[in-house]
């Protein structure tokens, strides 16, 4: 399975903080995603990162792409209280689907 | 940028019964939607994949049968759960990937806001 593995499962932050979340997977990839999904949402998307790019940014976002540990992180820097939901990585699948992984449940407390 | 609305946002139902629901590109050409099954405090499981004026490819495991789609148009894609029981109950959302202004090109999937079903 080329399933993405976020890393924690969950994560409590005080506002301001920065909130780190890694993700893994397993086979090669074109490009890797992360959305959010607050709690009974649709999922937003949030930053793609292509193979041979090793960090992108978006606004209090960063994430950094390793293909050699087939892993990737993202970073939230000064956390708000609206940034409280859960956060997935996905990379592609075989019918042109994401596969996501579990989530990372990010709680940011004011 | 590329919407994807979804109906209903919510439905309870009778077990037996059957609940169709509605995934709609509002503003761009969707070639292929996906639909996905979210169980409480799971992750997104695909489904099966649609593309327009072609027969749905379904995971393994997913009944054809039970989960009844049709990509009649490049707009819209509708999920019909058939015969409805509790363990049916679940969160669903469709995505669409295609083409027109906005759409960030074919790498780039936009998300209908789900519709939490529930059998009684």
């Known amino acids: 399975s080329q399933q993405g593995e976020e890393d924690p499962q969950a994560l409590s932050i005080q506002e301001g903080e920065n909130a780190t979340m890694n993700c893994s997977y397993k086979?090669?990839?074109?490009?890797l995603q992360w959305y959010r999904q607050n709690s009974g949402r649709g999922l937003v998307h949030l930053i793609l990162?292509?193979?041979?790019?090793r960090e992108k940014h978006s606004g209090r976002l960063r994430v950094t792409l390793d293909t050699s540990k087939k892993s990737s992180s993202l970073l939230i820097t000064a956390s708000r209280a609206a940034d409280t939901a859960s956060y997935f990585c996905?990379?592609?699948?075989?019918?042109?689907?994401?596969?996501f992984g579990k989530g990372t449940k990010l709680s940011v407390k004011p | 940028g590329a919407v994807v609305s979804q109906h209903p946002s919510w439905v309870i139902c009778k077990s037996g019964t059957s609940v169709k629901i509605e995934c709609r590109s509002l503003?761009?050409?969707?070639?292929?939607m996906f639909w996905y099954r979210q169980f409480p405090k799971q992750s997104l499981m695909l489904m099966a994949t649609?593309?327009?004026?072609?027969?749905?490819?379904?995971e393994q495991g997913v009944e054809k049968d039970k989960f009844l789609i049709n990509h009649a148009s490049l707009t819209l894609s509708t999920l019909t759960v058939t015969s409805a029981h509790p363990e049916d109950s679940s969160f669903y959302i469709c995505?669409?990937?295609?083409?027109?202004?906005?759409?960030?090109?074919?790498?780039?999937?936009?998300f209908g806001p789900g519709t939490r079903l529930t059998v009684l």
């Open positions: 086979t090669s990839i074109n490009n």
């Open positions: 503003d761009f050409q969707a070639t292929t």
């Open positions: 649609s593309n327009e004026g072609s027969k749905a490819t379904y």
């Open positions: 996905s990379v592609g699948g075989s019918q042109g689907n994401l596969i």
């Open positions: 995505s669409a990937r295609g083409v027109g202004p906005g759409t960030g090109g074919t790498d780039t999937q936009y």
């Open positions: 990162i292509r193979s041979n790019e």
